[in-house]
């Protein structure tokens, strides 16, 4: 099966297709089973992940990462146990989305639940790492207060690259219709991601030449991503028309690359 390509087909197939132990990160964003859309239409979300699962831990490498994005409940009462390690459940903040509940407290996140194939081989935290205003600005207030002036304790240290950007990624936003990147209106809340929330995933859990697996590629942001800071890829994807969008939008980014070479 070709590399830097998406292949078009079901994933559930396609997938059976990988050897075993050949892929260093899947970032796994298909149904959460919530919307209308006719490939979002799954009976059980959580055994349909668990299937995912199953499949996923043998195509990763031994330490290889996936990342499942769902809804909060995506992963609840299935036991992944026996094939991958949870570690950890990251929310994807959007405060912004429209609080419309009535009889229950509105959804505010998305889940990406980040698990390994044993021990994670990859984790590049100085690439990934985001700048700390609330605790310079509490250091501030600390470091005025007597006891520290007067020498008691010692000045906290901080990693002036910045701070690990933690579990709950608020500082992220979801795509809106002024967004430079968003490919077309139709794409927006049920498929597009932005980049810049694929870019932490796979600066943090690859390395160059790492190959990594979108198995519901959409309209291609892994693979934009993946071009970008030099990883290989391969994706699947049902829809035809995505695949041609993504087509696109890797040739353009490839453009870009060679004209910044050449300049
Ligand atoms: C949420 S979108 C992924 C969007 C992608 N992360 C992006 O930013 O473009 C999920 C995609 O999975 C595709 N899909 C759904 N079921 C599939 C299946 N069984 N096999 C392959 N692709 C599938 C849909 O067509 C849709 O494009």
Not at 72 to 95: A, E, G, M, T
Not at 216 to 244: L, M, W, Y
Request: hydrophobic share 35%; with cysteine; charged share 25%.
């Amino acid at each position: 099966m070709n590399i830097n390509q998406v292949h078009q087909g079901d994933a559930l197939q396609l997938i059976k297709k990988l050897p075993d132990n050949s892929v260093d990160l899947i970032v796994c964003d298909g149904p959460y089973g919530v919307t209308a859309n006719a490939w979002d239409k799954v009976l059980d979300i959580q055994h349909y992940n668990l299937h995912l699962i199953q499949l996923f831990s043998r195509v990763l490498k031994p330490g290889g990462a996936l990342y499942l994005f769902g809804k909060d409940n995506c992963i609840d009462f299935i036991d992944y146990r026996p094939y991958l390690n949870l570690n950890r459940k990251i929310i994807w903040y959007q405060p912004s989305r429209l609080a419309q509940g009535r009889i229950n407290y509105t959804n505010n996140y998305d889940l990406i639940a980040y698990f390994t194939k044993g021990k994670a081989k990859t984790y590049n935290l100085d690439a990934i790492r985001i700048p700390q205003l609330v605790e310079l600005e509490h250091r501030l207030r600390c470091e005025k207060v007597p006891s520290v002036l007067k020498g008691q304790y010692g000045k906290t240290k901080f990693n002036d690259e910045g701070k690990n950007p933690g579990d709950v990624w608020g500082d992220i936003k979801q795509l809106t219709y002024n967004s430079k990147e968003l490919i077309s209106r139709s794409l927006l809340n049920t498929i597009q991601k932005p980049e810049r929330l694929i870019e932490r995933i796979v600066k943090a859990s690859s390395n160059e030449n790492d190959l990594v697996l979108d198995p519901f590629s959409g309209v291609g942001t892994t693979f934009a991503v993946c071009q970008k800071i030099d990883r290989q890829f391969i994706g699947f994807e049902i829809n035809p028309e995505f695949i041609s969008i993504t087509e696109n939008r890797i040739k353009k980014i490839q453009q870009e690359k060679e004209y910044s070479l050449f300049s």
